[in-house]
């Protein structure tokens, strides 16, 4: 039972726009950066957004990351079968005193 | 470029101790703090442990505090994580990742620009 709450699966075709969702609470989410990680078959992941809605160099504009409350979101734009993969949220948790993930949402491109 | 690289995973017996290193090369080691994640087969993330660019700060999980510990050796740009009495239930691949904020120590900041390729703990006897 992971802390951060994201659906554990989502999919679109190419080209279409997907948005995963991730839940928290007062003590993670509500007072604390999200981040965001992408996590390809067989390999450690990588980091696609920093402090809620930032993207590392390297990282397609496709890719954005919003946050409202104890709430955030990952979108994809202009899918493409590359984005296959899994996505995780993490944050600060004050009460844990630690990082939590989101459980995971695996992203299926039909 | 920046690498990390664990090593020391393996095959362990339940109740048995095992010590992982994370290796750091490519930028300033002594000025980053280092964790570690863990991923269990077919399961998503665990944060476990984490320790501060100069070593004086330690972050540990609820589900490992008292069984583990981290350390870091800036001298040796490395990073160990100590883990006692291992269960079935560690088995896992086990990253270390590299904080990204130099000197951070700002906790809503620590977030990981770049991780190791992992390494299999697999806990059984």
């Known amino acids: 039972q992971s802390v951060l709450t994201q659906p554990p699966s989502a999919s679109g075709t190419p080209g279409q726009r997907v948005t995963i969702s991730c839940s928290g609470g007062?003590?993670?989410?509500?007072?604390?950066?999200v981040y965001w990680y992408q996590q390809l078959p067989g390999t450690a992941p990588k980091l696609l957004i920093y402090r809620n809605n930032q993207r590392p160099s390297g990282v397609p504009d496709r890719f954005s990351g919003s946050k409202s409350g104890t709430s955030a979101s990952l979108t994809i734009t202009g899918l493409r079968s590359e984005d296959e993969a899994d996505y995780y949220c993490?944050?600060?948790?004050?009460?844990?005193?630690?990082?939590?993930f989101g459980g995971g949402a695996k992203l299926t491109v039909l | 470029q920046v690498q990390l690289v664990e090593s020391g995973g393996g095959v362990v017996q339940p109740g048995r101790s095992l010590r992982l290193s994370c290796s750091g090369s490519g930028y300033l080691f002594s000025s980053f703090g280092i964790h570690w994640v863990r991923q269990a087969p077919g399961k998503g993330l665990e944060w476990l442990a984490g320790?501060?660019?100069?070593?004086?700060?330690?972050y540990y999980a609820d589900s490992v505090k008292g069984r583990c510990s981290i350390s870091r050796d800036n001298s040796k740009d490395t990073v160990v994580l100590q883990m006692n009495s291992l269960r079935v239930e560690d088995t896992a691949v086990y990253f270390c990742a590299k904080s990204a904020i130099f000197r951070g120590l700002k906790k809503s900041l620590i977030y990981f620009d770049n991780w190791g390729p992992g390494t299999l703990v697999a806990v059984s006897s």
């Open positions: 993490a944050s600060w948790d004050d009460s844990l005193s630690g990082v939590v």
């Open positions: 007062s003590s993670n989410i509500g007072t604390n950066h």
């Open positions: 320790v501060s660019f100069d070593g004086n700060v330690e």
